[in-house]
């Protein structure tokens, strides 16, 4: 019997998906918008593409390493939460956000040294610039090292640990920009230092264990260290070293981490972006904002042998990261919770397209499941919501758009709903709006759904059934190149 190869972080991640081929290196590109563009080009033409581990980038040297679209396959989707490759899509979507909020808390456990300590530099030595941060999008306002980030600080009240993603910009060799929304956990943390006249100590890594980076950029309760739960879900404690530097934990398998201080932007700030955001739209930082941003006085670099950065750098959304939407899993327990039956299938398309599908049980259901989706908190931000009949897969968009042409009338079947909430990144929010603080907008419920009172009238529809249509795949694979997932 072969023993479970040793936890090694990003690591372990790579090697399982490289035996399914899932891993293409890339050599010679630029990390200066070549890299960025490459990696949205990819995301957005190749279904289910592969990985890409750009090696020898334009002037640094082999081994300095950028990992661009790890879950955006099915397969690796599954890898890199720690479950069979070949978990289904639909199981991932139901069920990622559950494991998640169901694992026990398991705090980290220190160990005296780890690989990501294998190569150290310090206060003068430091050098950001030794690792090949990418200028990403064509508009943005310099280079990030920080994407895929999990940035860790203490709360000096209570000992509670965050770890966030927040993007790291470059703007020295030891000096990083650090922009937070309003209700970020390392801003609340670190305004607490800053009340006392304190620089508020961190430490962040800006590549490492995907399961870390992915409980890094959710929202869990003030509180609820992030790092207790990625022990939770890997099922052992997760291995950190004690930060020389700041007495900060950092997960001792990590690829680069930092270790500095956030001075109170009094003291010390910078303009900050513009950076191209997920909503499609540049937004953010100073230009969001008017005023400067906090920064990272870097005291202290570290980083394992051929160190690896998480690029996770936002793209247009039809080019995305990852392979299955799995908060839309979050809005489906939403809604079973608020007592709505019949709901077959919730996905959130682009950056705010959420459709739902149901099996219409009486008359006023379609209605009653649009009303609980937008009361919903997991789909705040979503500006249209499209309710479907449950012959129709809500994880795809031509047959949602398909029920909307053929199915909705203008007149009859829009909803609009007014002064809902959304967010700063909301393009479509006017300037005067954003500058007052009223985050909000008007959104709309389509129902393209069979009307129920002549449902049994409606039109047969034409096309053919999926067990045709996975016929006619299994017999003729070998001479069509359908796609394998
Ligand atoms: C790739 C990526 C980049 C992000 N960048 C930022 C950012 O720059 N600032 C921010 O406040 N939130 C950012 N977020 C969202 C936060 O990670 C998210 O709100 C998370 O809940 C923050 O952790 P916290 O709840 O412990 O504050 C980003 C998320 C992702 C996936
Ligand atoms: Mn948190």
Same mark, same amino acid.
């Given at each position: 019997?072969?023993?479970?190869?040793?936890?090694?972080?990003?690591?372990? @991640?790579?090697?399982?998906?490289?035996?399914?081929?899932?891993?293409?290196?890339?050599?010679?590109?630029?990390?200066?918008?070549?890299?960025?563009?490459?990696?949205?080009?990819?995301?957005?033409?190749?279904?289910?593409?592969?990985?890409?581990?750009?090696?020898?980038?334009?002037?640094?040297?082999?081994?300095?390493?950028?990992?661009?679209?790890?879950?955006?396959?099915?397969?690796?989707?599954?890898?890199?939460?720690?479950?069979?490759?070949?978990?289904?899509?639909?199981?991932?979507?139901?069920?990622?956000?559950?494991?998640?909020?169901?694992?026990?808390?398991?705090?980290?456990?220190?160990?005296?040294?780890?690989?990501?300590?294998?190569?150290?530099?310090?206060?003068?030595?430091?050098?950001?610039?030794?690792?090949?941060?990418?200028?990403?999008?064509?508009?943005?306002?310099?280079?990030?090292?920080?994407?895929?980030?999990?940035?860790?600080?203490?709360?000096?009240?209570?000992?509670?640990?965050?770890?966030?993603?927040?993007?790291?910009?470059?703007?020295?060799?030891?000096?990083?920009?650090?922009?937070?929304?309003?209700?970020?956990?390392?801003?609340?943390?670190?305004?607490?230092?800053?009340?006392?006249?304190?620089?508020?100590?961190?430490?962040?890594?800006?590549?490492?264990? @995907?399961?870390?980076?992915?409980?890094?950029?959710?929202?869990?309760?003030?509180?609820?260290?992030?790092?207790?739960?990625?022990?939770?879900?890997?099922?052992?404690?997760?291995?950190?070293?004690?930060?020389?530097?700041?007495?900060?934990?950092?997960?001792?398998?990590?690829?680069?981490?930092?270790?500095?201080?956030?001075?109170?932007?009094?003291?010390?700030?910078?303009?900050?972006?513009? @950076?191209?955001?997920?909503?499609?739209?540049?937004?953010?930082?100073?230009?969001?904002?008017?005023?400067?941003?906090?920064?990272?006085?870097?005291?202290?670099?570290?980083?394992?042998?051929?160190?690896?950065?998480?690029?996770?750098?936002? *793209?247009?959304?039809?080019?995305?990261?990852?392979?299955?939407?799995?908060?839309?899993?979050?809005?489906?327990?939403?809604?079973?919770?608020?007592?709505?039956?019949?709901?077959?299938?919730?996905?959130?398309?682009?950056?705010?397209?959420?459709?739902?599908?149901? *099996?219409?049980?009486?008359?006023?259901?379609?209605?009653?499941?649009?009303?609980?989706?937008?009361?919903?908190?997991?789909?705040?931000?979503?500006?249209?919501?499209?309710?479907?009949?449950?012959?129709?897969?809500?994880?795809?968009?031509?047959?949602?758009?398909?029920?909307?042409?053929?199915?909705?009338?203008?007149?009859?079947?829009?909803?609009?709903?007014?002064?809902?909430?959304?967010?700063?990144?909301?393009?479509?929010?006017?300037?005067?709006?954003?500058?007052?603080?009223?985050?909000?907008?008007?959104?709309?419920?389509?129902?393209?759904?069979?009307?129920?009172?002549?449902?049994?009238?409606?039109?047969?529809?034409?096309?053919?059934?999926?067990?045709?249509?996975?016929?006619?795949?299994?017999?003729?694979?070998?001479?069509?190149?359908?796609?394998?997932?």
């Amino acid at each position: 019997m072969t023993e479970k190869p040793a936890y090694d972080g990003l690591r372990s @991640f790579l090697t399982e998906a490289e035996k399914f081929g899932e891993i293409k290196t890339i050599t010679g590109a630029d990390w200066n918008l070549e890299i960025g563009a490459l990696s949205e080009t990819v995301a957005e033409k190749i279904t289910e593409p592969p990985a890409l581990l750009f090696d020898e980038i334009k002037g640094y040297p082999k081994g300095f390493r950028i990992l661009s679209l790890p879950t955006a396959s099915r397969r690796r989707m599954a890898i890199a939460l720690g479950l069979p490759p070949d978990t289904p899509r639909i199981e991932l979507l139901r069920h990622t956000l559950k494991r998640i909020h169901g694992a026990p808390s398991t705090p980290p456990r220190v160990v005296p040294d780890g690989p990501v300590m294998q190569n150290r530099m310090r206060d003068n030595e430091v050098d950001l610039l030794k690792f090949p941060a990418l200028f990403g999008h064509r508009r943005d306002g310099g280079r990030y090292i920080g994407t895929g980030s999990c940035v860790i600080t203490k709360d000096p009240e209570t000992g509670f640990v965050n770890s966030g993603t927040y993007r790291l910009q470059v703007h020295e060799r030891n000096l990083l920009g650090l922009w937070n929304n309003p209700g970020a956990q390392a801003r609340i943390i670190a305004e607490k230092y800053w009340k006392q006249g304190k620089a508020c100590p961190i430490a962040a890594t800006v590549g490492g264990d @995907f399961l870390v980076f992915m409980l890094s950029y959710m929202k869990f309760p003030y509180g609820v260290s992030e790092l207790d739960k990625a022990g939770g879900l890997l099922g052992h404690p997760l291995d950190v070293v004690t930060g020389p530097v700041t007495g900060l934990p950092i997960p001792a398998h990590a690829e680069i981490a930092i270790e500095g201080e956030v001075p109170p932007p009094s003291e010390e700030a910078r303009d900050e972006g513009p @950076f191209g955001e997920y909503t499609g739209y540049y937004s953010g930082g100073t230009l969001g904002t008017g005023h400067a941003e906090p920064v990272i006085r870097v005291k202290a670099i570290y980083y394992r042998n051929n160190p690896i950065i998480l690029n996770m750098s936002p *793209q247009w959304p039809g080019a995305p990261h990852h392979s299955v939407r799995f908060e839309a899993g979050g809005l489906w327990d939403q809604l079973e919770s608020a007592g709505v039956p019949g709901v077959t299938g919730v996905y959130i398309h682009l950056s705010g397209l959420v459709a739902v599908s149901i *099996q219409q049980r009486y008359p006023g259901h379609a209605r009653q499941v649009g009303s609980a989706v937008l009361g919903a908190a997991s789909s705040a931000g979503s500006r249209y919501v499209v309710i479907v009949d449950d012959d129709i897969d809500a994880t795809n968009l031509n047959e949602v758009l398909w029920a909307m042409t053929t199915r909705s009338l203008p007149a009859e079947d829009i909803q609009v709903a007014e002064g809902t909430r959304t967010n700063a990144l909301d393009a479509r929010l006017p300037p005067e709006k954003k500058a007052s603080g009223d985050w909000t907008s008007s959104r709309a419920i389509i129902y393209a759904v069979r009307p129920w009172h002549w449902r049994n009238k409606f039109p047969m529809v034409n096309r053919i059934d999926p067990d045709q249509r996975e016929a006619m795949i299994a017999k003729y694979r070998d001479q069509l190149p359908f796609p394998r997932d």
